[in-house]
């Protein structure tokens, strides 16, 4: 009868191949455990990453993460460009105003167009930087800048909503003044208000 049982020779075989697999994976753990997880997670269970100098990569990782995550939030869904269909526009404006008088002076805008703009003025006056919603109540203002005794201010207002935006310039002296406006945006009409007087509007193409 023929011998039974297991060839010596592949068993050997299989115990070289289980020992070489085992030699592997051990060596694997010990890159992933050694350098892997330093470089790529800041995680050093061994403290081996730190004495090579691989927990500096995953810091840099970490940091490099934190900052897209905290740029990203902080950007709010602001487009970086805002394509837009109309040419911009700029003007240099000027209003006397008389002692203990005032004037307001506005553009329609929509939501989400930028307003560049730089005032001075001969004499400090106060002022109000705000707008008027389309849909509010008649009155209604929202304020976004109120100063007294201000003589300059230059600025840009990234509109919120769309209405007429602009300023309240309020002459609490008793000699005339006169204010100079420079401004710049995607404005299609301006409202100059002054109190017992026919509003004044603008049309810009």
Do not use: C
Request: net charge neutral; proline share 7%.
């Amino acid at each position: 009868m023929a011998a039974t049982g297991l060839n010596p020779d592949r068993v050997a075989a299989r115990e070289r191949v289980a020992v070489v697999a085992g030699a592997a994976l051990l060596a694997a753990g010990s890159i992933l455990v050694g350098a892997i997880l330093p470089a790529e997670y800041g995680v050093d269970p061994l403290g081996i990453g730190a004495r090579l100098g691989l927990t500096a990569i995953g810091d840099v990782q970490k940091k490099i993460a934190s900052f897209e995550a905290n740029r990203a939030a902080g950007a709010g869904g602001v487009p970086v460009v805002a394509p837009q269909e109309r040419p911009y526009h700029n003007e240099t404006v000027t209003f006397a105003i008389g002692p203990r008088e005032s004037v307001e002076y506005k553009y329609r805008l929509a939501k989400g167009d930028a307003l560049l703009y730089s005032w001075t003025a001969t004499v400090p006056v106060n002022y109000e930087l705000h707008a008027e919603p389309d849909g509010a109540p008649a009155r209604y203002a929202e304020s976004f800048e109120k100063r007294n005794a201000s003589a300059a201010a230059s600025g840009t207002l990234t509109v919120p909503f769309a209405g007429i935006h602009g300023w309240y310039w309020e002459n609490p002296g008793e000699t005339p003044i006169t204010v100079t406006l420079s401004s710049a945006g995607f404005y299609t009409m301006s409202h100059e208000f002054r109190k017992n007087a026919p509003t004044k509007t603008r049309m810009f193409q």
